[in-house]
T-cell receptor, first 117, second 115 residues
Framework: AQKITQTQPGMFVQEKEAVTLDCTYD???????LFWYKQPSSGEMIFLIY????DEQNATEGRYSLNFQKARKSANLVISASQLGDSAMYFC??????????????WGLGTSLAVNP | GAGVSQSPSNKVTEKGKDVELRCDPI?????LYWYRQSLGQGLEFLIY????????KSGLPSDRFSAERTGGSVSTLTIQRTQQEDSAVYLC?????????????FGEGSRLTVL
Protein backbone atom coordinates (compact mmCIF):
# COMPACT_ATOMS: atom_id res chain seq x y z
CA ALA A 1 0.00 0.00 0.00
CA GLN A 2 1.09 3.53 -0.64
CA LYS A 3 2.25 5.51 2.33
CA ILE A 4 3.88 8.85 3.09
CA THR A 5 5.96 9.26 6.24
CA GLN A 6 7.01 12.57 7.72
CA THR A 7 9.08 11.80 10.80
CA GLN A 8 9.45 15.34 12.13
CA PRO A 9 6.31 16.50 13.96
CA GLY A 10 7.93 19.87 14.64
CA MET A 11 10.97 21.80 13.49
CA PHE A 12 12.59 25.09 14.45
CA VAL A 13 14.87 27.20 12.29
CA GLN A 14 16.47 30.59 12.66
CA GLU A 15 15.42 33.25 10.22
CA LYS A 16 17.64 33.34 7.11
CA GLU A 17 18.92 29.81 7.65
CA ALA A 18 18.08 26.78 5.52
CA VAL A 19 15.94 23.91 6.76
CA THR A 20 15.21 20.43 5.46
CA LEU A 21 11.87 18.75 6.01
CA ASP A 22 11.93 14.99 5.61
CA CYS A 23 9.56 12.87 3.57
CA THR A 24 9.80 9.20 2.73
CA TYR A 25 7.30 7.31 0.67
CA ASP A 26 6.36 3.77 -0.09
CA UNK A 27 4.98 2.64 -3.40
CA UNK A 28 5.41 -0.28 -5.74
CA UNK A 29 4.61 1.88 -8.74
CA UNK A 30 7.31 3.12 -11.08
CA UNK A 31 5.50 6.24 -12.17
CA UNK A 32 4.31 8.68 -9.54
CA UNK A 33 4.42 12.30 -8.52
CA LEU A 34 5.43 13.92 -5.25
CA PHE A 35 4.06 17.19 -3.93
CA TRP A 36 4.76 19.53 -1.07
CA TYR A 37 2.08 21.81 0.32
CA LYS A 38 2.21 24.52 2.95
CA GLN A 39 -0.67 25.13 5.35
CA PRO A 40 -0.43 28.39 7.31
CA SER A 41 -2.64 29.07 10.29
CA SER A 42 -5.33 30.41 7.96
CA GLY A 43 -5.94 26.80 6.92
CA GLU A 44 -5.55 27.07 3.17
CA MET A 45 -3.30 24.51 1.50
CA ILE A 46 -0.73 26.17 -0.74
CA PHE A 47 1.12 24.21 -3.43
CA LEU A 48 4.89 24.60 -3.22
CA ILE A 49 6.66 22.16 -5.49
CA TYR A 50 6.23 19.01 -7.59
CA UNK A 51 8.64 16.20 -8.51
CA UNK A 52 7.85 13.49 -11.04
CA UNK A 53 9.40 10.09 -10.53
CA UNK A 54 11.02 10.19 -13.96
CA ASP A 55 12.33 13.73 -13.63
CA GLU A 56 16.10 13.62 -13.77
CA GLN A 57 16.62 16.98 -12.14
CA ASN A 58 15.59 17.90 -8.63
CA ALA A 59 12.69 20.31 -8.73
CA THR A 60 13.25 23.90 -7.65
CA GLU A 61 10.79 26.75 -7.13
CA GLY A 62 12.37 29.92 -5.80
CA ARG A 63 13.54 29.24 -2.25
CA TYR A 64 12.10 25.74 -2.33
CA SER A 65 13.95 22.75 -3.67
CA LEU A 66 13.22 19.06 -3.49
CA ASN A 67 16.02 16.65 -2.66
CA PHE A 68 14.73 13.62 -4.54
CA GLN A 69 16.50 10.33 -3.87
CA LYS A 70 14.53 7.73 -5.75
CA ALA A 71 16.47 4.68 -4.57
CA ARG A 72 15.93 5.69 -0.97
CA LYS A 73 12.34 6.73 -1.68
CA SER A 74 12.82 10.10 -0.11
CA ALA A 75 11.66 13.52 -1.24
CA ASN A 76 12.89 16.04 1.28
CA LEU A 77 11.91 19.69 1.01
CA VAL A 78 14.67 22.23 1.43
CA ILE A 79 13.73 25.81 2.26
CA SER A 80 16.59 28.23 1.86
CA ALA A 81 16.88 31.60 3.60
CA SER A 82 13.93 30.98 5.91
CA GLN A 83 11.51 33.82 6.50
CA LEU A 84 9.08 34.41 9.36
CA GLY A 85 6.24 33.83 6.91
CA ASP A 86 7.47 30.29 6.35
CA SER A 87 6.11 29.29 9.76
CA ALA A 88 3.37 26.79 8.91
CA MET A 89 2.52 23.12 8.57
CA TYR A 90 4.17 21.39 5.63
CA PHE A 91 2.69 18.32 4.02
CA CYS A 92 4.26 15.83 1.64
CA UNK A 93 1.90 14.00 -0.70
CA UNK A 94 2.07 11.43 -3.48
CA UNK A 95 -0.03 10.54 -6.46
CA UNK A 96 0.59 7.52 -8.65
CA UNK A 97 -0.01 6.86 -12.30
CA UNK A 98 -1.83 3.64 -11.75
CA UNK A 99 -4.79 5.06 -9.88
CA UNK A 100 -6.97 4.85 -12.95
CA UNK A 101 -9.31 7.76 -13.07
CA UNK A 102 -8.73 8.58 -9.44
CA UNK A 103 -5.98 11.07 -8.97
CA UNK A 104 -6.27 11.34 -5.23
CA UNK A 105 -3.22 12.29 -3.25
CA UNK A 106 -1.87 10.26 -0.35
CA TRP A 107 -0.76 12.59 2.43
CA GLY A 108 1.74 12.52 5.26
CA LEU A 109 0.85 13.80 8.73
CA GLY A 110 2.83 16.97 8.25
CA THR A 111 5.68 18.86 9.89
CA SER A 112 5.12 22.02 11.85
CA LEU A 113 7.85 24.54 11.08
CA ALA A 114 8.53 27.53 13.31
CA VAL A 115 10.90 30.22 12.10
CA ASN A 116 12.54 32.14 14.92
CA PRO A 117 13.54 35.79 14.45
CA GLY B 1 -13.42 35.12 -6.98
CA ALA B 2 -10.36 33.59 -8.53
CA GLY B 3 -9.82 30.84 -5.98
CA VAL B 4 -11.74 27.90 -4.58
CA SER B 5 -14.52 29.15 -2.36
CA GLN B 6 -16.01 27.16 0.49
CA SER B 7 -18.94 27.90 2.73
CA PRO B 8 -19.65 28.07 5.54
CA SER B 9 -16.21 28.71 6.94
CA ASN B 10 -17.41 27.58 10.35
CA LYS B 11 -20.36 25.43 11.29
CA VAL B 12 -21.42 24.36 14.77
CA THR B 13 -24.20 21.82 14.92
CA GLU B 14 -25.82 19.45 17.33
CA LYS B 15 -25.34 15.73 17.15
CA GLY B 16 -27.93 14.14 14.91
CA LYS B 17 -28.49 17.15 12.68
CA ASP B 18 -27.71 17.22 8.96
CA VAL B 19 -25.18 19.65 7.50
CA GLU B 20 -24.34 20.79 3.99
CA LEU B 21 -20.95 22.13 2.99
CA ARG B 22 -20.52 23.94 -0.29
CA CYS B 23 -17.56 24.20 -2.63
CA ASP B 24 -17.28 26.52 -5.60
CA PRO B 25 -14.21 25.47 -7.61
CA ILE B 26 -12.09 27.58 -9.88
CA UNK B 27 -13.93 28.18 -13.14
CA UNK B 28 -12.95 25.65 -15.78
CA UNK B 29 -11.47 23.13 -13.38
CA UNK B 30 -12.80 19.71 -14.24
CA UNK B 31 -11.49 17.83 -11.20
CA LEU B 32 -12.87 18.41 -7.72
CA TYR B 33 -11.85 16.73 -4.50
CA TRP B 34 -13.17 16.67 -0.95
CA TYR B 35 -10.77 15.94 1.90
CA ARG B 36 -11.21 15.83 5.64
CA GLN B 37 -8.57 17.01 8.07
CA SER B 38 -8.97 16.12 11.72
CA LEU B 39 -6.96 17.90 14.40
CA GLY B 40 -3.29 17.01 14.13
CA GLN B 41 -3.86 14.69 11.21
CA GLY B 42 -3.08 14.68 7.53
CA LEU B 43 -5.69 14.89 4.85
CA GLU B 44 -8.15 12.06 4.46
CA PHE B 45 -9.56 11.59 0.96
CA LEU B 46 -13.35 11.54 0.77
CA ILE B 47 -14.55 11.83 -2.81
CA TYR B 48 -13.34 12.84 -6.27
CA UNK B 49 -15.24 14.20 -9.26
CA UNK B 50 -13.72 14.33 -12.75
CA UNK B 51 -15.77 15.84 -15.51
CA UNK B 52 -18.78 13.73 -16.36
CA UNK B 53 -17.27 10.50 -15.05
CA UNK B 54 -18.81 8.66 -12.15
CA UNK B 55 -17.34 10.04 -8.93
CA UNK B 56 -14.89 8.03 -6.87
CA LYS B 57 -16.64 7.70 -3.52
CA SER B 58 -14.18 5.22 -2.05
CA GLY B 59 -13.12 7.54 0.74
CA LEU B 60 -16.52 8.32 2.19
CA PRO B 61 -16.43 6.94 5.76
CA SER B 62 -20.07 5.92 6.01
CA ASP B 63 -23.39 6.12 4.20
CA ARG B 64 -24.16 9.24 6.20
CA PHE B 65 -21.80 11.06 3.86
CA SER B 66 -22.74 11.98 0.32
CA ALA B 67 -21.68 14.54 -2.24
CA GLU B 68 -22.88 15.82 -5.53
CA ARG B 69 -21.58 18.12 -8.16
CA THR B 70 -24.09 20.01 -10.22
CA GLY B 71 -23.36 21.09 -13.76
CA GLY B 72 -19.73 20.16 -13.40
CA SER B 73 -19.14 23.10 -11.10
CA VAL B 74 -20.41 23.64 -7.56
CA SER B 75 -20.26 20.69 -5.19
CA THR B 76 -22.12 20.01 -1.97
CA LEU B 77 -20.95 17.60 0.70
CA THR B 78 -23.81 16.44 2.91
CA ILE B 79 -23.39 14.76 6.28
CA GLN B 80 -26.55 13.27 7.72
CA ARG B 81 -27.17 12.57 11.38
CA THR B 82 -23.86 14.13 12.37
CA GLN B 83 -21.72 12.50 15.04
CA GLN B 84 -19.04 14.06 17.23
CA GLU B 85 -16.34 12.20 15.33
CA ASP B 86 -17.39 14.11 12.20
CA SER B 87 -15.86 17.24 13.72
CA ALA B 88 -13.04 18.28 11.41
CA VAL B 89 -12.05 20.72 8.72
CA TYR B 90 -13.48 19.76 5.35
CA LEU B 91 -11.29 20.90 2.50
CA CYS B 92 -12.28 21.18 -1.12
CA UNK B 93 -9.76 21.32 -3.96
CA UNK B 94 -9.97 21.61 -7.71
CA UNK B 95 -7.57 21.17 -10.60
CA UNK B 96 -7.60 21.60 -14.34
CA UNK B 97 -7.35 17.88 -15.03
CA UNK B 98 -6.70 14.67 -13.16
CA UNK B 99 -3.21 14.52 -14.60
CA UNK B 100 -0.35 13.17 -12.54
CA UNK B 101 1.28 16.54 -12.06
CA UNK B 102 -1.93 18.49 -11.81
CA UNK B 103 -1.64 20.97 -8.99
CA UNK B 104 -4.58 21.02 -6.58
CA UNK B 105 -5.93 24.40 -5.57
CA PHE B 106 -7.53 24.33 -2.14
CA GLY B 107 -10.19 26.39 -0.49
CA GLU B 108 -9.81 27.58 3.07
CA GLY B 109 -12.00 24.82 4.37
CA SER B 110 -15.17 24.48 6.36
CA ARG B 111 -14.61 23.83 10.05
CA LEU B 112 -17.35 21.59 11.40
CA THR B 113 -17.93 21.20 15.11
CA VAL B 114 -20.50 18.67 16.27
CA LEU B 115 -21.59 19.16 19.87
Amino acid sequence: AQKITQTQPGMFVQEKEAVTLDCTYDTSDQSYGLFWYKQPSSGEMIFLIYQGSYDEQNATEGRYSLNFQKARKSANLVISASQLGDSAMYFCAMRDHNAGNNRKLIWGLGTSLAVNP
Amino acid sequence: GAGVSQSPSNKVTEKGKDVELRCDPISGHTALYWYRQSLGQGLEFLIYFQGNSAPDKSGLPSDRFSAERTGGSVSTLTIQRTQQEDSAVYLCASSTTGALNGELFFGEGSRLTVL
